[in-house]
């Protein structure tokens, strides 16, 4: 069983930056694609970002220039980098991965419990 802890949400003002990461841990043998996804208050989820093994980044259009995903494959850990944040930005914040764990060849999907960012105006 593999398990996403997120942390790095809280409150911000308008503007400001929060850092945001995504540890992986349990019996994972290789993971393939990271990604952030957020809901805001009755909204649908969407995504935000993704950043495969070889560091290749994909992010929604919206938020081009302002956030940035990363990660480090050593410590199974990804992040998202959040500037000029605004109030819209609000959420909760999750991460996502595709892993192989054990002996296993079979890509799985995990999903973290998610982290609460607000932005105040």
């Known amino acids: 069983q593999v398990q996403l802890v997120e942390s790095g949400g809280g409150l911000v003002e308008a503007g400001g930056s929060l850092r945001l990461s995504c540890v992986a841990s349990g019996s994972i043998r290789s993971i393939r694609l990271m990604a952030w996804h957020r809901q805001a208050p009755g909204k649908q989820r969407e995504l935000v970002a993704t950043i495969t093994g070889d560091g290749s980044t994909n992010y929604s259009d919206s938020l081009k220039g302002r956030f940035t995903i990363s990660r480090d494959n050593a410590k199974n850990t990804v992040y998202l980098q959040m500037n000029s944040l605004k109030p819209e930005d609000t959420g909760v914040y999750s991460c996502?991965?595709?892993?192989?764990?054990?002996?296993?060849?079979?890509?799985?999907?995990?999903w973290g419990q998610g982290t609460q960012v607000t932005v105040s105006s």
């Open positions: 996502n991965v595709q892993y192989q764990a054990g002996l296993s060849n079979m890509w799985r999907n995990s």
